[in-house]
């Protein structure tokens, strides 16, 4: 009888569903996975984004660091190293991937049996932090337009759906495969501990959640609402500036600014207006009945997927009532000069390391210096002297040439 065939479990989504809070423990907890028969393929989370970014044909070298090119490559290299019974892959980014792309992916997994595990959340939580995404990634538009674009189309053409249309993806990616193959885990409610979300992950990928280690946790806050609108602005500002997307505008705009700096910051939760709320909840019941009738292997409760909470329609759909601009620009003013602050701080604490640094550069160089001096006037001792310098060094007592050492003279 052959062996059986190992599995690999494919979690490629929905972006803003805990994703990061699970891969940080995941990836903090690899030794522990490996001894309940789960390898995470590659050296990092990296690895299986730059996988992704090759899957989806996304790889520019303008904007991507060269590490990233022939991730799909590398991480078929990775897979050949896999010697338990399970495999796990974890990357959001590579949800929308098209048919043909998916294809091209399941192609380098032929050796395996394929589970697709998809994380789902409530739209009125989903949308609002979707646009915070955007706004990481240099996106300049206000959030009422942003709304407009994506619950205002019929059809559903809008590039989000790609990803937040759960039962689409799970469509896409479970073409091939059958239903319980498709594993639907849903996002508990707000106030739920986060350990719930582990638990229902853990328990499609065979693995006990309280072997795991959630101290490497690493959260994805959203921004409260008036850093998100100061992010935005930001981005205007900046206009062709930090053009280099690594070392330019993640680095600074995302990485320090937005994720150091302002997420830190306490403020209102950005919310969705209710003037969407009959749209969201029916987008959200289509999707629902969608699963369902699948028939795809639900982790959970489907009725988390229930957009509960929204916001006051404070300012009226294609109206700006002076009143509300201005309380508008006060919260992000408010926003601004605390970041100014923060930063002023972190620029200062830079500057005394920078200084520090520097102090102890120039007395490395000093001590060079005095060193290369002294090796300058051995260098300038005649060579009919060199060999009595040990027996001179001795009778006067000089430090560093011992009278049984062998000098021999520098050529």
Same mark, same amino acid.
């Given at each position: 009888m052959s062996a059986a065939r190992p599995e690999i479990y494919l979690h490629v989504g929905a972006p803003k569903t805990g994703t990061t809070f699970?891969?940080?423990?995941?990836?903090?907890?690899?030794?522990? !996975?490996?001894?309940?028969?789960?390898?995470? &393929?590659?050296?990092?989370?990296?690895?299986?984004?730059?996988? %992704?970014?090759?899957?989806r044909e996304m790889y520019d070298e303008k904007t991507h660091a060269p590490r990233a090119h022939g991730g799909l490559d590398r991480f078929a290299e990775a897979l050949a190293d896999v010697r338990t019974p399970?495999? !796990?892959?974890?990357?959001?980014?590579?949800? &929308?991937?098209?048919?043909?792309?998916?294809?091209?992916?399941? %192609?380098?997994?032929?050796?395996?049996?394929?589970?697709?595990?998809?994380?789902?959340?409530?739209?009125?939580?989903?949308?609002?932090?979707?646009?915070?995404q955007h706004l990481q990634r240099r996106v300049q538009r206000r959030y009422d337009a942003y709304l407009a674009t994506v619950f205002d189309d019929p059809g559903l053409d809008c590039h989000v759906w790609r990803s937040q249309d759960i039962a689409e993806v799970a469509r896409r990616w479970g073409a091939s495969l059958t239903p319980d193959r498709v594993h639907i885990v849903t996002v508990p409610p707000p106030g739920a501990p986060k350990s719930v979300l582990l638990e229902r992950f853990c328990s499609v990928i065979g693995v006990d959640p309280a072997s795991v280690d959630t101290d490497a946790a690493q959260p994805n806050s959203s921004l409260s609402a008036p850093q998100a609108e100061l992010m935005r602005r930001v981005n205007v500002a900046l206009g062709e500036?930090?053009?280099?997307?690594q070392d330019g505008y993640n680095q600074l705009a995302k990485g320090y600014l937005a994720k150091e700096v302002l997420s830190s910051q306490p403020g209102p939760g950005l919310v969705l207006p209710v003037r969407y709320a009959d749209r969201c909840r029916e987008l959200s019941t289509r999707m629902v009945e969608q699963i369902r009738t699948a028939g795809y292997h639900v982790v959970g409760d489907l009725a988390d997927m229930e957009p509960t909470v929204f916001g006051d329609d404070t300012v009226p759909?294609?109206?700006?009532?002076?009143?509300?601009?201005?309380?508008?620009?006060?919260?992000?003013?408010?926003?601004g000069v605390q970041a100014i602050g923060a930063m002023l701080q972190q620029r200062y604490d830079d500057l005394a390391v920078i200084a520090d640094l520097k102090q102890r550069l120039a007395d490395n160089s000093s001590r060079a210096s005095r060193q290369r001096r002294r090796i300058g006037a051995v260098r300038r001792i005649p060579a009919r002297l060199v060999g009595r310098l040990p027996r001179m060094g001795a009778a006067a007592g000089v430090r560093g040439l011992p009278a049984t050492s062998a000098v021999t003279h520098p050529r």
């Open positions: 699970l891969q940080s423990v995941l990836w903090g907890s690899r030794k522990q !996975l490996c001894q309940q028969g789960v390898t995470l &393929p590659g050296r990092g989370s990296g690895q299986h984004a730059h996988a %992704a970014l090759d899957v399970r495999a !796990l892959f974890s990357m959001e980014i590579i949800a &929308p991937a098209t048919p043909e792309q998916i294809d091209r992916f399941y %192609a380098v997994l032929a050796d395996f049996d394929i589970h697709v595990i998809i994380t789902a959340r409530d739209l009125a939580r989903q949308i609002p932090s979707t646009w915070q500036r930090l053009k280099d997307r759909a294609g109206a700006v009532r002076r009143r509300d601009l201005d309380a508008n620009n006060a919260t992000v003013a408010a926003a």
